[in-house]
């Protein structure tokens, strides 16, 4: 049973298009995290959310964290065949890290 | 300034064999981690040093997984003997503090990984 779950697993999209990516659990996280990794690389932290109904904005990426702090959303705007990618979001659960799954994000030109 | 460095960035060896997968982490970094993700399952914490001293190593699937941090530096990763199921990427990450630390003292920095495949 995974902690985090993350959707959707795969996401294709046209260069130009918005879209939004979601990290659920059941419990609670004191902050939440979103990742990017890209092949042959580890994961580069993007962005941290602490407070429950926070929205933090990275120039065309917009991340909000639940009210709850139970979920948290990633949207981006008007994508770019640089966005392509894999998105992981992570949090403090206990005295570890846990990582969702991931969301693998394709940008077509 | 360096970034975390795995080594060797892969490896492929027989089941029964022994590995032993290098981490460098950012100077001056005292926390380092090592994760792994195997085949379709997200990345997995292992353990937690705080400079040379295991923090929690809860994650360590059983005793055929090794961590050692000698002088609080580089750390090893030794799987001996290797099993099928041990074959994935394994991540090495570090930073300055632990924890939610204002102005992201505790972001975790990632190396690029090692890709065991064990045959």
């Known amino acids: 049973t995974q902690l985090l779950e993350q959707s959707p697993q795969f996401l294709s999209i046209q260069e130009g298009e918005n879209l939004t990516v979601y990290c659920n659990s059941s419990s609670v996280f004191s902050s939440l995290q979103w990742y990017r990794q890209e092949p042959g690389e580890g994961p580069v932290l993007l962005v941290t959310?602490?407070?429950?109904?926070e929205v933090k904005k990275l120039k065309r990426l917009t991340f909000q964290f639940g009210d709850a702090r139970k979920d948290s959303s990633l949207h981006i705007t008007a994508a770019q065949t640089g966005d392509t990618g894999l998105y992981l979001c992570a949090g403090i659960y206990g005295q570890n890290f846990v990582f969702g799954p991931g969301t693998r994000l394709s940008v077509l030109p | 300034e360096a970034g975390v460095t795995q080594f060797p960035s892969h490896s492929v060896i027989e089941k029964g064999q022994t590995v032993t997968l290098r981490c460098d982490p950012i100077?001056?970094?005292?926390?380092l981690y090592w994760y792994r993700r195997v085949m379709g399952k997200e990345i997995k914490f292992l353990l937690h040093?705080?400079?040379?001293?295991?923090?929690?190593e809860s994650g360590m699937p059983n005793n055929r997984f090794l961590a050692e941090r000698t002088g609080g530096t580089y750390s090893t990763l030794k799987v001996q003997p290797a099993e099928l199921e041990d074959s994935g990427v394994y991540f090495c990450?570090?930073?300055?503090?632990?924890?939610?630390?204002?102005?992201?003292?505790?972001?975790?920095?990632f190396g690029p990984g090692t890709r065991l495949t064990v045959l």
């Open positions: 990450a570090s930073s300055q503090e632990w924890g939610i630390i204002a102005g992201g003292a505790d972001t975790q920095y």
């Open positions: 100077s001056g970094h005292d926390n």
């Open positions: 040093f705080v400079k040379e001293s295991k923090q929690d």
């Open positions: 959310v602490v407070t429950g109904g």
